[in-house]
């Protein structure tokens, strides 16, 4: 009964090898005068003689007149006019598994340390469409992330995405080594696009930990490494994240930064002839950021968590990116220098902070609880400047002697130390507890 199935797959499969010729280097990208090929393909341009000879990966991102545009995936020096470029006729695939976790990997799924990749992984593509918005379940559920300002005024549902919005310096990888550690969701993927070398390192051993990365896998792209492998480094990252989603997991994703990929998109757009628009930014960035960010979120069978940090120019919420991604997410934490440079860790300004479903998935004594903080906090923090120089005088506003009453405890109760954890409980007894004292 197999034979025939059998003998129908082996006419179908395409014994052809498709080559094609490099014709010119220009900057990042590769002209080649063939193979037959589709955009996202993978091809090896095959360099050197003897036993110097290796190949290169490239992928296909477009078209001129009869001539393929390549990106390489790793240096192009080299490559020259006559290389042979040879066409696989498929798209990127890496290798996921539980195998997997705790390891620390590159952008094509490669242990970054240069072990072998353990057994028993299955292959997938890091191209995926994002759920049918039909079949997304509503967010009904918190999940903790161990943080007592976000699980009780910031509360973030099971398949949340939120960005995290700051300058640089201001503590965004600090943020997000506390949330690996402290959180209760399954698995933690992490995405570093476009780090320097030397904070990677920093990140695993001192923000993230022995107990977090056990329970975590963590992807590189660093700031050196060419526009695609930092662009395949946030797709490979959200893959996995989707298979293990798939098996019914909570994953919790973290990628820092979705600029850097949109800065790495901007490269290679600008290198495929595509013209300039807001501050520099290609079309093709604005296209390729919410096919991103869609793919996170809940589906039928989990859910992912998503915090995507936004290195804002000049601490300017609004520039490009950091507008576009703000539209598309639920939810933005805003980190702001100032706070930072009093010693507020984290630097979260509440009032400027907003998760979109924490209403949908808190009880109304939390919700009323969360109200009355920010209210308090508003009502200093407009009348600071008064009060500082004396201007106020005690008993003109009943609100704002209130207000200077409770803000000693407000700040207390915003300000948590890198290695303290609270639980969700604890953190919403702690405001509840607070709001209701005299």
Request: proline share 5%.
């Given at each position: 009964?197999?034979?025939?199935?059998?003998?129908?797959?082996?006419?179908?499969?395409?014994?052809?090898?498709?080559?094609?010729?490099?014709?010119?280097?220009?900057?990042?990208?590769?002209?080649?005068?063939?193979p037959?090929?589709?955009?996202?393909d993978?091809?090896?341009?095959?360099?050197?003689?003897?036993?110097?000879?290796?190949?290169?990966?490239?992928?296909?991102?477009?078209?001129?007149e009869q001539?393929?545009?390549?990106?390489?995936?790793?240096?192009i020096?080299?490559?020259?006019?006559?290389?042979?470029?040879?066409?696989?006729?498929?798209?990127?695939?890496i290798?996921?598994?539980?195998?997997?976790?705790?390891k620390?990997?590159?952008s094509?799924?490669?242990?970054?340390?240069?072990?072998?990749?353990?057994?028993?992984?299955?292959?997938?593509?890091?191209?995926?469409?994002?759920?049918?918005?039909?079949?997304?379940?509503?967010i009904?559920?918190?999940?903790?992330?161990?943080?007592?300002?976000?699980?009780?005024?910031?509360?973030?549902?099971?398949?949340?995405?939120?960005?995290?919005?700051?300058?640089?310096?201001?503590?965004?990888?600090?943020?997000?080594?506390?949330i690996?550690?402290n959180t209760?969701?399954?698995?933690?993927v992490?995405?570093?696009?476009?780090?320097?070398?030397?904070?990677?390192?920093?990140?695993?051993e001192?923000?993230?930990?022995?107990?977090?990365?056990?329970?975590?896998?963590?992807?590189?792209?660093?700031?050196?490494?060419?526009?695609?492998?930092?662009?395949?480094?946030?797709?490979t990252?959200?893959?996995?994240?989707?298979?293990?989603?798939?098996?019914?997991?909570?994953?919790?994703?973290?990628?820092?930064?979705?600029?850097?990929?949109?800065m790495?998109?901007?490269?290679?757009g600008?290198?495929?002839?595509?013209?300039?628009?807001t501050?520099?930014y290609?079309?093709?960035?604005?296209?390729?950021?919410?096919?991103?960010?869609?793919?996170?979120g809940?589906?039928?069978?989990?859910?992912?968590?998503?915090f995507?940090?936004?290195?804002?120019?000049?601490?300017?919420?609004?520039?490009?990116i950091?507008?576009?991604?703000?539209?598309?997410?639920?939810?933005?934490?805003?980190?702001?220098?100032?706070l930072?440079n009093?010693?507020?860790?984290?630097?979260?300004?509440?009032?400027?902070?907003?998760?979109?479903?924490?209403?949908?998935?808190?009880?109304?004594e939390?919700?009323?609880?969360?109200?009355?903080f920010r209210?308090?906090?508003?009502?200093?923090?407009?009348?600071?400047?008064?009060?500082?120089?004396?201007?106020?005088?005690?008993?003109?506003?009943?609100?704002?002697?209130?207000?200077?009453?409770?803000?000693?405890?407000?700040?207390?109760?915003?300000?948590?130390?890198?290695?303290?954890?609270?639980?969700?409980?604890?953190?919403?007894?702690?405001?509840?507890?607070?709001v209701?004292?005299?």
């Amino acid at each position: 009964m197999k034979w025939p199935i059998l003998l129908d797959e082996i006419e179908t499969i395409d014994s052809y090898k498709r080559f094609g010729k490099v014709t010119r280097v220009i900057g990042l990208m590769i002209e080649s005068k063939g193979p037959e090929s589709s955009i996202g393909d993978v091809c090896y341009i095959h360099v050197g003689s003897g036993r110097k000879k290796q190949r290169i990966a490239a992928e296909v991102v477009g078209f001129r007149e009869q001539h393929v545009l390549l990106m390489p995936f790793s240096t192009i020096q080299d490559i020259s006019p006559g290389c042979i470029v040879e066409a696989t006729g498929k798209p990127f695939e890496i290798k996921v598994g539980m195998n997997l976790i705790g390891k620390v990997l590159d952008s094509l799924g490669r242990p970054l340390d240069g072990s072998v990749l353990p057994k028993g992984l299955r292959s997938i593509s890091i191209e995926r469409e994002p759920p049918n918005p039909l079949l997304r379940p509503p967010i009904h559920e918190p999940v903790e992330v161990g943080i007592r300002l976000i699980d009780s005024l910031l509360t973030v549902g099971k398949g949340q995405r939120v960005g995290i919005f700051a300058g640089s310096g201001v503590g965004k990888s600090t943020l997000l080594g506390m949330i690996a550690r402290n959180t209760n969701a399954d698995l933690n993927v992490i995405a570093l696009i476009g780090e320097r070398g030397r904070e990677v390192r920093e990140f695993i051993e001192r923000d993230l930990g022995p107990e977090g990365l056990a329970r975590s896998i963590v992807v590189v792209a660093t700031s050196d490494q060419p526009a695609l492998m930092r662009i395949k480094g946030a797709y490979t990252a959200t893959a996995i994240a989707e298979y293990f989603r798939d098996k019914g997991m909570n994953v919790m994703l973290m990628m820092d930064s979705v600029t850097r990929v949109a800065m790495a998109q901007r490269e290679v757009g600008l290198a495929i002839g595509e013209p300039p628009t807001t501050k520099g930014y290609t079309p093709s960035v604005f296209a390729i950021l919410p096919k991103l960010l869609e793919r996170t979120g809940t589906n039928e069978c989990g859910t992912i968590t998503a915090f995507y940090t936004v290195l804002v120019d000049g601490d300017d919420m609004n520039e490009p990116i950091a507008d576009t991604v703000r539209g598309i997410l639920d939810g933005h934490f805003v980190l702001e220098r100032s706070l930072a440079n009093r010693g507020q860790y984290p630097a979260i300004n509440v009032l400027k902070s907003i998760s979109r479903v924490m209403n949908y998935i808190i009880t109304p004594e939390h919700k009323t609880a969360a109200e009355r903080f920010r209210h308090l906090l508003s009502v200093y923090i407009n009348s600071e400047d008064l009060i500082n120089i004396g201007g106020y005088k005690r008993g003109s506003s009943k609100e704002i002697d209130e207000a200077i009453r409770y803000y000693p405890k407000l700040l207390s109760f915003l300000k948590q130390d890198t290695h303290e954890k609270f639980t969700r409980e604890e953190s919403i007894d702690a405001l509840l507890h607070l709001v209701h004292s005299g």
